[in-house]
């Protein structure tokens, strides 16, 4: 029987902390003090920037992923599915706010012709869905960019040629 | 990368508002004030009584406490203009008042600040122009003539104090050559409003300025692209490539020239301090009217908000910089690197 799969309720509540720290430092001088035009432009764009990360947060916290053998099934405001023999392309990134590089996460992006899922390392079995993605994507011979390669190389999945 | 921008914006704002206290701090950290100066030499003539201390203290806000002086320098506090209440600080356009000047501070600044950024501006693309071909060039041509010749170069261009680079072009320009090449426009546009005319001089005189404030950057520039392209072309792929009869001009451009400009990128941030703080001392001596030299004046005579916006206007520069630096770093080079601390 396959679980449920959903971001991790610890990471939700961060981002929630966020766009809604975010929308408070620049909403709130925008209401309050009367910034000049540019400065109202600017903490405008950025509220609106947090805004949508709010938005995209809710839909995070309702997403639920389903990692079965023929492939991954997603649901957040619609149903998706990557069916790994229709697999077509696989990007590995890795982002870190921190000058050395730490505490950073990884974002896995997964295409086939129809359909495009992202999923980070906050997704509960994120390690499992990459692991089983990989093998479809060496199975279908699918050429990584040097990126991904890397990223995959640290995390032991494949080694150096 | 959306969830990273984000990231990035959410750390920039806290960063910001710690910054514009530091700056603040620091300022009123030193004992006194330019009013207590001016009261005391007030005092020697026999002209300060407490009433005018007083009055002279409550109208620059100086008998507040210092957090409501910090929170109103920045725009996030009230207070009274003709008996109103109204938030009058840097969020909204006012950075304060210069005591030296006895003007507000954006009156000081005026033109200064749009040439300090033309400067800057130039100077850091000048330091990308000329670092970019030549770092490729002594890597791809290691040990060679061209590469010993231009090491040698950036070494004399990283020795070498811009003050004193800017003393010899001085004295060179003028025994040599009769030319006076101080300032940043023609005797004649000084004070006038802006013309094609007043813009080409300008142009003409920042060409001394930017050699001189952007040696020492390209010379550490070149210096970094080399060592990176280097350690890049000593990789297996790139001996793979070529084994496997990639031309060499495409086994260069194809991933180990891309791989070693990620310093170019990451350097975006850390070049705007490095340079307008070199330009400083170097606007002095050349008789640049930029910023640099007023701010050398305020931060003597404790001319704290004069100072404090100076300060403020490199700290964002240098904080929007980074932002920019990282996001084009993150777009183009999304790779975890294990032990990147140590690898520096």
């Known amino acids: 029987m396959t679980e449920n799969l959903h971001y991790s309720k610890k990471s939700i509540q961060l981002d929630f902390l966020r766009a809604g720290a975010g929308l408070a430092c620049t909403l709130l001088p925008l209401a309050l003090v009367g910034p000049l035009v540019w400065v109202g432009w600017i903490c405008a764009a950025l509220a609106f920037i947090f805004a949508l990360y709010g938005v995209r947060t809710y839909y995070r916290a309702r997403t639920v992923a389903r990692l079965e053998q023929d492939g991954l099934y997603w649901r957040d405001w619609r149903e998706k599915q990557i069916l790994w023999e229709k697999l077509n392309k696989l990007k590995l990134r890795y982002y870190s706010t921190q000058r050395n590089r730490e505490n950073g996460w990884f974002q896995l992006q997964l295409e086939t012709d129809s359909e495009r899922i992202k999923l980070d390392t906050n997704l509960e079995e994120f390690d499992r869905i990459l692991a089983t993605a990989f093998r479809a994507a060496q199975g279908h011979k699918l050429s990584l960019d040097t990126a991904t390669r890397e990223n995959l190389i640290a995390l032991n999945l494949m080694e150096r040629a | ?255 180990p020239l891309r791989m070693s400009l990620n310093p170019f990128i990451a350097d975006i941030g850390n070049l705007i301090p490095d340079v307008v703080s070199g330009s400083a001392i170097v606007s002095v001596v050349l008789g640049l009217p930029t910023t640099g030299p007023m701010l050398l004046n305020s931060l003597i005579n404790q001319d704290i908000y004069l100072a404090g916006s100076f300060l403020m206007f490199v700290a964002f520069l240098t904080v929007v910089g980074m932002l920019v630096s990282d996001l084009a770093l993150a777009l183009l080079d999304p790779r975890i690197r294990l032990g990147a601390e140590a690898s520096k």
Do not use: C
């Open chain 2, 1 to 255: 990368m959306f969830g990273y921008i984000v990231h990035r914006l959410f750390v920039m704002i806290p960063t910001l508002l710690v910054i514009s206290a530091l700056v603040f701090i620091i300022i009123q950290l030193p004992p006194g004030d330019y009013l207590t100066t001016m009261i005391n030499e007030l005092r020697a003539q026999g002209e300060a009584g407490q009433d005018k201390i007083a009055f002279l203290r409550k109208e620059y806000g100086l008998d507040q406490p210092m957090v409501v002086q910090y929170l109103t320098w920045v725009g996030l506090w009230p207070t009274e203009v003709n008996g109103e209440y109204v938030f009058n600080g840097m969020l909204q356009g006012y950075f304060g008042y210069s005591f030296a000047e006895d003007k507000p501070v954006a009156d000081v600044i005026g033109e200064r600040m749009f040439l300090t950024f033309v400067l800057n501006f130039f100077t850091i693309l000048f330091i990308y122009i000329v670092a970019f071909p030549i770092g490729v060039y002594s890597a791809v041509r290691q040990y060679s003539v061209g590469d010993y010749g231009l090491t040698f170069i950036g070494y004399l261009g990283l020795a070498t104090p811009n003050f004193l680079l800017a003393l010899i072009l001085l004295y060179v320009a003028k025994s040599q050559f009769g030319v006076d090449v101080g300032g940043l426009m023609d005797e004649e546009y000084i004070g006038q409003p802006w013309s094609i005319g007043k813009a080409v001089s300008v142009l003409e005189h920042l060409i001394v300025p930017v050699i001189v404030i952007g040696t020492s950057g390209t010379a550490a520039m070149i210096r970094r692209l080399r060592a990176n392209l280097l350690d890049e072309l000593h990789k297996q792929y790139v001996i793979t490539a070529k084994a496997k009869g990639l031309p060499p001009g495409k086994a260069l451009r194809k991933y």
